[in-house]
């Protein structure tokens, strides 16, 4: 399963609209905090006094409230620092050992972690072409598809487009095809249809061919190099469906605690030398490099810009398209969300990393988990960070209103690749 299987503007309309859904229906308990759309609603045991709120004696306790309060069921939130677990809650029917969840697109960060495996190992570089390992490649140099480069692909910077996100490669559904044979496949099929490194465009076609890469250039099969990068991270309770022939977007099954062992390990550089970590977490679709795909701006506006399969966030970034603040290059938080709502991140800024581990309905459930996100990570910053809540000032509703619904404009769309 990736991320959103309609098309081009629906996507993003459909992003916009389910955000105004969320401003009507909450009103005006919607704050902006930094920039940032909240909800808020002041914790119980907090008092506002000229801006500032002051809290019980559990630090923890306004996070546990605005868990609470925010309409979200059957999910958990536990925040981890170099010193261990330091908040776990979970609400409704959810346990964060033991419930074993598909995470969709949150699959993308631990796939380019083992095709980064590849390349620590030397066998692999991020300069190399595809036609070096796969010899019916195109070498021709008036063909761009002979100048993709496996950085390309990790960025989703390739050229490679289809509407449905790679989910119409008829390969992609068949667990018992021999993996680089369905490789093959999206090569003589899928159309390239940018020069690589102009265009980002969010799809699950990209991986698919950085893992061959990874494959022919290992000399082992994609199980044996997912199965070894899940062993290396202490992943015991997951693993990766469709056979043979995983889908390194979307595939993968995990618990939290399972998943929070993988943010341990990159955040502390254990199974990636620290170089490496950097390359993958640095920001491969600068803007005005790299242009979105019309069928993808409204996610990178959402979440931010894209690195090496996972996301340089910028979260908030309305109303621009790939929009980009120096705070979020400061602040370094990076992050894979999935289509179910499951949204893990790093913050290297707060030196922390955080989940919520939600497994809810398609599309509807990718909403809720980035207005939970919204909601609980500016608290989980004021605990971390051992400071006063200081809530935000109000959002002009009819403002906001006005702002998001001049997203669905043709002539504002017109500009981003097609």
């Avoid at 536990?78 to 699959?107: P, R």
């Avoid at 095709?115 to 796969?134: E, K, P, Q, W």
């Avoid at 605990?383 to 001049?406: A, C, N, Q, S, T």
């Amino acid at each position: 399963m990736t991320m959103f299987r309609c098309g081009g503007q629906i996507v993003c309309a459909h992003f916009v609209c389910c955000f105004l859904l969320l401003v009507f229906r909450h009103g005006s308990s919607l704050s902006v905090r930094g920039g940032v759309p909240v909800f808020q609603d002041f914790p119980e045991g907090v008092a506002a006094s000229d801006g500032t709120a002051v809290v019980d004696d559990d630090p923890w306790a306004p996070v546990t409230q605005a868990i609470n309060d925010y309409h979200m069921q059957d999910f958990a939130v536990v925040v981890t620092n170099s010193s261990g677990v330091q908040y776990l809650y979970e609400k409704g029917n959810i346990s964060y050992t033991d419930t074993v969840m598909n995470v969709a697109s949150t699959t993308k960060w631990v796939s380019g972690t083992m095709i980064m495996r590849v390349v620590a190992s030397g066998a692999l570089r991020l300069n190399d072409y595809c036609h070096t390992f796969f010899p019916w490649w195109t070498r021709d140099s008036s063909d761009p598809r002979s100048r993709v480069q496996l950085k390309h692909l990790l960025s989703f910077t390739s050229g490679y487009y289809q509407l449905t996100y790679g989910a119409s490669v008829p390969c992609f559904r068949n667990a018992s095809m021999d993996y680089l044979a369905c490789v093959r496949e999206l090569y003589e099929t899928v159309e390239l249809r940018w020069e690589p490194g102009t265009v980002w465009d969010y799809s699950s076609l990209h991986l698919k061919i950085a893992g061959g890469m990874a494959v022919a250039a290992s000399g082992r099969s994609i199980r044996e190099l997912l199965e070894e990068t899940l062993a290396e991270l202490g992943m015991t309770n997951s693993y990766y469906d469709m056979g043979q022939n995983p889908e390194l977007a979307g595939s993968l099954w995990t618990t939290g605690e399972d998943y929070n062992k993988f943010l341990e390990s990159m955040y502390l550089h254990r199974v990636l030398p620290a170089e490496i970590v950097k390359e993958m977490e640095s920001d491969h679709t600068p803007s005005p490099v790299v242009k979105a795909s019309k069928k993808s701006w409204g996610l990178g506006m959402a979440v931010g810009h894209y690195s090496f399969a996972n996301w340089l966030e910028c979260w908030g970034s309305l109303p621009e398209p790939q929009p980009f603040r120096l705070e979020c290059y400061e602040k370094s938080i990076h992050t894979s969300p999935g289509v179910f709502g499951y949204w893990p991140l790093i913050d290297r800024f707060n030196n922390y990393w955080m989940q919520i581990v939600y497994n809810g309905p398609p599309i509807i459930g990718c909403i809720d988990g980035w207005v939970a996100r919204g909601v609980i990570k500016p608290v989980v910053d004021a605990v971390m960070g051992d400071e006063k809540f200081i809530p935000g000032r109000k959002l002009d509703i009819e403002l906001e209103k006005k702002r998001l619904g001049e997203l669905l404009n043709l002539d504002l769309l017109a500009q981003w690749p097609n």
